[in-house]
């Protein structure tokens, strides 16, 4: 198992490198130039120079790649252009307050999706698994735009019992495990939880209905095993698969939180990313998108050897 966790890493690094390439060549060869954001609109062409120069701008492709990646290393993602602030601080906070929102809401759609997905298993073609299948596919096809903005409407804007936006009271930056907080992340984590909800679901049932046709389960009521031990007999040989699925959910939820964010104005990555696109911030942007592409690869990384770990049928050669 270390030699394969250690495989496992060395086979990441190319990944990363090529992950770091496309972070930087994506936000330089769109249109536009990200100086604007700070420079007067009468600026004159020796200021212009002076502020590419400041940030690197007036190198070639490769040069500024190579300085960038050696700071990078180095643990320096610079200076937002349109705040002056040192992008890493900005970037962690904001990767925090997604993390703690994707995790809630994973947990909320692996909860029910699982539920869902068990309960269709074993009841496949009843009324339950069309039921529950209906909802995992609901789950699966609403924007969650729209269902942000409809669950606003209804439990902020008519009943009153949420806060709409924001990620505490007093327009704070930071969500902490308290009451005062707590009210504030229930409705995005609810958004957000509907696609892994519907995908666990969907995977699950596939799963249940696999596992339960095949032989070994028959032998298991044969000799006269309870249900429940058929059961845990089940839960363990569907626990890789959905433990995997699980954490490509997370890593999806981390990247695609956009929408969600900004809708319920929530302090976290994808708020941050959605900013600085329109602000054409490239230092912010670069940044911003590496640290949710890398969290992403160790996220793939952590879930392939734990699968691993928990299902010795997989090879690890």
């Not at 809401?105 to 269709?120: C, E, K, R, S």
């Not at 709409?164 to 609810?190: E, F, K, M």
């Not at 990555?269 to 911003?288: E, K, V, W, Y």
């Amino acid at each position: 198992m270390l030699a394969f966790t250690l495989r496992r890493l060395l086979y990441v690094t190319p990944v990363a490198i090529g992950v770091t390439v496309v972070c930087f060549l994506l936000v330089h060869i769109t249109p536009g130039d990200p100086l604007t954001a700070i420079l007067p609109a009468d600026a004159t062409l020796e200021l212009q120079e002076q502020m590419k120069a400041a940030y690197g701008f007036d190198k070639p492709l490769p040069v500024q790649y190579a300085l960038w990646f050696w700071k990078v290393l180095h643990g320096d993602l610079g200076n937002s252009i349109a705040t002056g602030r040192p992008v890493a601080t900005e970037v962690l906070r904001a990767v925090k307050n997604t993390l703690i929102l994707a995790t809630v809401a994973t947990m909320i759609g692996f909860t029910f999706g699982t539920l869902f997905g068990f309960v269709a298993g074993y009841f496949r073609d009843s009324w339950l698994d069309k039921l529950a299948s209906f909802i995992s596919v609901l789950g699966v096809s609403v924007p969650h735009y729209w269902l942000g903005m409809v669950l606003v409407i209804i439990f902020a804007a008519q009943l009153g019992w949420l806060p709409p936006t924001g990620a505490g009271p007093d327009g704070s930056s930071d969500w902490r495990p308290d009451a005062a907080h707590l009210r504030y992340i229930i409705l995005p984590a609810i958004t957000m939880s509907v696609i892994p909800m519907g995908v666990i679901a969907r995977t699950v049932r596939a799963l249940v209905g696999d596992i339960l046709s095949q032989d070994f389960v028959e032998a298991l009521r044969a000799k006269g095993m309870s249900e429940f031990g058929v059961f845990r007999h089940v839960v363990v040989n569907a626990a890789p698969t959905a433990l995997a699925v699980m954490g490509l959910q997370l890593g999806y939820l981390l990247g695609g939180s956009i929408l969600i964010e900004t809708v319920f104005s929530w302090p976290g990555s994808g708020f941050l990313l959605n900013a600085a696109i329109f602000q054409r911030d490239l230092p912010l942007l670069q940044g911003t998108i590496l640290i949710l592409a890398m969290f992403f690869v160790l996220l793939n990384l952590a879930v392939d050897v734990l699968q691993t770990a928990l299902d010795p049928r997989i090879k690890r050669g």
